[in-house]
């Protein structure tokens, strides 16, 4: 089964993409990949059946490197005490 993002208004709240993503998916890459040809403001899942869990190391390095851009632009202090980052390492 393909994936099948759908529209969304840009989201401008960091905290909310999880809420209208599913950002463990597998798929998630592609999907921004589509949503970026399409040119579209953000994109959601709720439509999609397809989804399939991402495997742990590969959300892992994921989780590493959001968490390296989360500092470059000074958000990382803001969500410090919100994720055990031992969880990840």
């Known amino acids: 089964m393909s994936p099948r993002p759908v529209a969304l208004k840009l ?14 998916c597998q798929h998630y890459d592609s999907c921004l990949d589509i949503a970026v ?15 399939e869990p991402r495997p742990h190391e590969k959300l892992r ?19 410090a005490g919100l994720i055990d980052w031992k969880d990840f390492g």
């Open 61 to 79: 390095q994921d989780m590493v490197g959001m968490a390296k851009l989360w500092e470059d632009v000074g958000y990382h202090a803001r969500i």
């Open 11 to 24: 989201i401008t709240n960091p905290e909310a993409a999880g809420l209208a993503r599913l950002l463990q």
């Open 37 to 51: 040809a399409r040119k579209w403001e953000g994109f959601g899942c709720a439509h999609c059946e397809a989804f």
